[in-house]
């Protein structure tokens, strides 16, 4: 079974900057979540989709952040415009329904100069 | 005060040696705790997950929770240099088993010199 797939690996930008990170999770899996990794700390989370419909994005700072689940399928995270304290891990995940194992992709290590 | 705290570490031991891993965590509600092991550039993977108080054992790894103290521990028997890696405590609420809203400790770097 195909993991989740998430590009770019790597990133880096001018902060001002736009970027976009793509997620393709497990085939079949209706949850989809975003979290935020800064060096030397735990994942935060960002945004939580069911299907296409967002179900928790309280903690995404949506002044500059947004994310989108089209089809209900892949995802897309954007920061526009970028901050050097955006410099993180974002790592996608992704589950069967709501309370399952989530499983994570390997991330996007963002760097804003 | 965080939701929940970890030691940072990091802990470097001999092959062989018992591990122990260590979280505290600040509100009583919290009902289901969970380890994940995360290796160098790579994305987290559950570990293990227990539900209220007590232990449970897979293989060499043992995870205890004593909710009377809000202290949960991983206990890592036999350690093995493939061991090597970062573990985070999480902790979901609201305490259901999914990952909605993952409180995440720091993590703890773990290397096992063969």
């Known amino acids: 079974e195909a993991g989740v797939a998430q590009s770019p690996r790597y990133k880096i930008i001018e902060k001002r900057q736009s970027v976009a990170f793509w997620c393709n999770p497990i085939s079949g899996h209706a949850t989809l979540y975003w979290y935020q990794q800064i060096l030397g700390q735990g994942p935060k989370l960002l945004i939580q989709f069911q299907n296409n419909g967002v179900v928790d994005d309280s903690q995404l700072p949506k002044d500059r952040f947004s994310a989108e689940r089209l089809k209900g399928v892949d995802s897309t995270l954007k920061i526009q415009p970028a901050k050097l304290e955006d410099s993180a891990v974002y790592l996608c995940a992704s589950s069967l329904v709501v309370d399952t194992e989530a499983f994570f992709g390997q991330g996007t290590r963002l760097t804003v100069v | 005060q965080k939701e929940v705290e970890q030691d940072p570490g990091p802990l470097s031991v001999p092959e062989g040696a018992i591990v122990s891993l260590n979280c505290t965590y600040s509100n009583s509600a919290f009902q289901y705790f969970m380890w994940y092991r995360q290796y160098s550039r790579k994305g987290p993977e559950l570990l293990m997950y227990?539900?209220?108080?007590g232990n449970k054992e897979d293989g060499r790894f043992t995870a205890q929770v004593d909710k009377s103290s809000k202290y949960i521990s991983l206990f890592i028997r036999d350690s093995q240099p493939s061991d090597s890696a970062t573990y985070l405590c999480?902790?979901?609420?609201?305490?259901?088993?999914?990952?909605?809203?993952?409180?995440f400790g720091t993590g703890t770097r773990l290397t096992v010199i063969p």
């Open positions: 227990t539900y209220s108080s």
């Open positions: 999480a902790i979901p609420f609201p305490p259901r088993a999914g990952a909605n809203n993952l409180f």
